[in-house]
T-cell receptor, first 111, second 112 residues
Framework: RKEVEQDPGPFNVPEGATVAFNCTYS??????FFWYRQDCRKEPKLLMS???SGNEDGRFTAQLNRASQYISLLIRDSKLSDSATYLC????????????FGTGTKLQVIP | GAGVSQSPSNKVTEKGKDVELRCDPI?????LYWYRQSLGQGLEFLIY????????KSGLPSDRFSAERTGGSVSTLTIQRTQQEDSAVYLC??????????FGSGTRLTVV
């Protein structure tokens, strides 16, 4: 089983739609979680951290479910500019801060 | 500097030549990571530095790949006797701690 797994997509959604991605992780001792966004031919950029209590940033909501070992990202009122690949990131600390990236979920918002 | 700087941004090399890729992390960031990304693929972990030491080199694909970091700052990834399958974007990221990682814009390596 991969350490971090994501549905590669693509998710094709119309403008204004709500879309959700999940990301599962295998190490129950994982400590920190993030969502990154990567545009085509660009480097990944931090979208938001994921906190145990869940957190929201505008149209974006991130949640963590430790019992089921997954994190989620919800995007409301999708914009064309949201089209990108969304990477989940999990950090463990088995001796050092090991960072594992998921392979990403591709989102295409359609006019 | 204000961000993570990588050079060169693009490198075309002939098969069999050696290449050096440079990463200049954000000042004060003790953790530094190298990743590789082939076209349309996810990020492939290569190596992690904490300060000048590399606790995890498990992602280096072969002994043709090596990396070093000096002064707890600049890191160099060296690929010897390049092969066509080495063609990819090589990304460097730095972090002060588990608060998010900032990536450089990468070096696009093409081996012809």
């Amino acid at each position: 089983r991969k350490e971090v797994e994501q549905d590669p997509g693509p998710f094709n959604v119309p403008e204004g739609a709500t879309v959700a991605f999940n990301c599962t992780y295998s190490n129950s001792a994982s400590q920190s979680f993030f969502w990154y966004r990567q545009d085509c031919r660009k480097e990944p950029k931090l979208l938001m951290s994921v906190y145990s209590s869940g957190n929201e940033d505008g149209r974006f909501t991130a949640q963590l479910n430790r019992a089921s070992q997954y994190i989620s990202l919800l995007i409301r009122d999708s914009k064309l500019s949201d089209s990108a690949t969304y990477l989940c990131v999990v950090t463990n600390s088995g001796g050092y801060q090991k960072v594992t990236f998921g392979t990403g979920t591709k989102l295409q918002v359609i006019p | 500097g204000a961000g993570v700087s990588q050079s060169p941004s693009n490198k075309v090399t002939e098969k069999g030549k050696d290449v050096e890729l440079r990463c200049d992390p954000i000042s004060g960031h003790t953790a530094l990571y190298w990743y590789r990304q082939s076209l349309g693929q996810g990020l492939e972990f290569l190596i992690y530095f904490q300060g000048n030491s590399a606790p995890d080199k498990s992602g280096l694909p072969s002994d043709r790949f090596s990396a070093e970091r000096t002064g707890g700052s600049v890191s160099t990834l060296t690929i010897q006797r390049t092969q066509q399958e080495d063609s990819a974007v090589y990304l460097c990221a730095s972090s002060p701690r588990a608060t998010g990682y900032t990536f450089g814009s990468g070096t696009r390596l093409t081996v012809v």
